[in-house]
């Protein structure tokens, strides 16, 4: 019998998006959340759908939502703030685990503090960021087999008003992103202390990008073992790349530049509406020589809806069927062809160069 689905956080933007898309996936999670009366009425226009109350401020709360095979899916964030308790009911617990942070630290610490004592499946970062550049990177790898020895992930935003299209939770996450401490992985995890920028060709033009820690630093070398380099780079800054690499070098700077990056999301939220976005995501694979073997486009809409999506799909993979315990990468979790499909269902798939 498959487990429950439940969905904590059900009443922001991403759990709400969430919550319809497994509804419409053919699925009836119980809604979690700390407003019952918002709890409520969302449940009620999806047919009636099961609420419970829990909040992040009272662990034993969110740990009371979850039972054995139970997959979790954690949307409350910042998830440096807020995650731990989802993600230490779901492992207590044995109840499967999903979330849709952008933060590199914690997908960090699933990794390596919470994975080798888990009891069930720990899957972080099922969304834009990293589900797509996971996915790229393995058709990339999967091409060019045992020869892929380094593998760069770039991505990159598109569309009318790009900053006016990005939630202000998207922009704080976003400035922490190009403030925190960075690792990347050289035969194994190393930390960076530095960002570092390189250039993209995307859709027949030049774009930069700077490093940035990620899922696909964990989860590609753990499908493909003749990995060696993993590198991941954000491109939302277009031409203020090199600049806000170098004020993310020292610790005054790098407030500043989250002081900077708040202020914009301000000034694009007077300005009223919403802007249109479009994903692109590059991965190019290298050999041992550094000789380019081959790279691999995907491109889509929305990455809001998008990690709905992906959240959706990959909650309900794990309803269903057995997969390996501990923190996973989405490849190692579903295989290869199952992500590719479920990206493509959620609205990012491949296209040519």
Request: hydrophobic residues 40%; neutral net charge.
């Amino acid at each position: 019998m498959p487990g429950r689905i439940v969905v904590f956080g059900a009443t922001g933007y991403t759990g709400t998006l969430t919550a319809r898309a497994l509804v419409e996936y053919g699925a009836r999670p119980v809604l979690a959340g700390r407003d019952t009366e918002a709890l409520g009425r969302l449940a009620a226009e999806l047919g009636g759908l099961e609420t419970a109350w829990a909040d992040a401020g009272e662990p034993r709360s969110v740990r009371a939502l979850v039972e054995h095979d139970d997959v979790l899916v954690s949307t409350v964030g910042p998830y440096a703030r807020y995650g731990r308790a989802a993600l230490e009911a779901a492992v207590d617990a044995g109840a499967h685990y999903l979330d849709c942070t952008g933060e590199p630290p914690f997908i960090r610490e699933v990794f390596e503090r919470y994975g080798p004592k888990a009891r069930s499946a720990l899957i972080p970062a099922v969304g834009y960021q990293y589900l797509p550049g996971i996915l790229a990177g393995a058709l990339a790898l999967d091409r060019v087999g045992d020869d892929g020895f380094r593998v760069d992930i770039g991505y990159f935003l598109g569309g009318s008003e790009l900053f006016r299209g990005l939630s202000a939770g998207t922009l704080d996450s976003v400035a922490g992103v190009a403030t925190v401490p960075m690792y990347t992985f050289r035969g194994r995890i190393h930390d960076e202390s530095h960002p570092r920028v390189r250039d993209f060709q995307v859709a027949g033009r030049s774009r930069p990008g700077l490093s940035i820690g990620a899922g696909e630093h964990f989860a590609l070398p753990a499908s493909y073992p003749a990995l060696y380099e993993v590198n991941a780079y954000l491109g939302w800054f277009g031409r203020g790349t090199r600049p806000v690499a170098m004020l993310a070098r020292g610790q005054a700077t790098r407030y500043g530049l989250r002081l900077g990056l708040s202020a914009m999301a301000r000034l694009a939220r007077r300005r009223g509406g919403k802007g249109t976005l479009t994903s692109r995501i590059v991965a190019v694979a290298y050999d041992a020589e550094g000789a380019l073997l081959t790279d691999v486009h995907l491109s889509g809409g929305d990455p809001y809806q998008f990690t709905a999506n992906a959240l959706s799909w990959a909650a309900c993979q794990l309803s269903r069927h057995m997969v390996e315990t501990g923190a996973l990468g989405p490849v190692r979790a579903f295989g290869l062809s199952e992500v590719e499909a479920g990206c493509a269902m959620a609205g990012i798939a491949r296209v040519t160069g």
